[in-house]
């Protein structure tokens, strides 16, 4: 298993769905992700530390899992078939090692807040093919307000929506 990092959560204009892009900590190879809207809306406001009034889905599995007396020791991305990605939750509770089966896009929400390591499996990873291709986003786009902690869930929610896959470049596997 190879820790891992959110580098990117752009655009894929080919496929009209969003891509998390998570780089190895200490390599060049990444795991490009497909996940819907809902999700990368999640991901981004924990990134971008939007404040929320109310918590969302995944701040609640967090405060389950705390309320629990447990913790996420990490998550894990393991394999895909089919196109379909799978990853598990590895949560202490004493001395007891729980994996929960979970959505990769959920994991990384949820690891995001909790502070939790990412790992993919070795086999998963792959190299860009432009080397020179940035894995963070650009700047935002000229007008458009900040993603920091003033936007409300639904100023980000249209921000999200207005995004071009120029905005964020494009990622090809």
Same mark, same amino acid.
């Given at each position: 298993m190879i820790e891992m990092r959110v580098a990117r959560l752009g655009v894929d204009s080919a496929a009209n769905t969003f891509v998390i892009v998570l780089r190895e900590l200490h390599g060049p190879?990444? +795991? @490009?992700?497909?996940i819907g809207q809902s999700e990368a809306e999640a991901i981004v406001m924990e990134l971008q530390s939007v404040a929320r009034d109310r918590p969302m889905t995944h701040d609640l599995v967090k405060q389950i899992v705390l309320g629990l007396g447990a913790t996420v020791r990490r998550v894990v991305i393991?394999?895909? !078939?089919?196109?379909?990605?799978?990853a598990e939750l590895q949560l202490q509770h004493g001395d007891a090692l729980v994996s929960v089966d979970a959505r990769p896009s959920d994991s990384i929400a949820i690891a995001l807040r909790t502070g939790a390591a990412i790992f993919a499996a070795d086999d998963l990873l792959v190299m860009l093919e432009d080397e020179e291709q940035p894995l963070v986003p650009p700047s935002i786009p000229d007008g458009d307000r900040s993603t920091g902690p003033d936007m409300s869930p639904d100023e980000l929610?249209?921000? +999200?929506?207005? +995004?071009? @896959? !120029?905005?964020?470049?494009?990622f090809m596997p």
């Open positions: 190879r990444v +795991l @490009p992700i497909w393991s394999r895909v !078939e089919r196109g379909t990605y799978f929610k249209a921000y +999200l929506q207005r +995004l071009r @896959p !120029e905005d964020l470049g494009k």
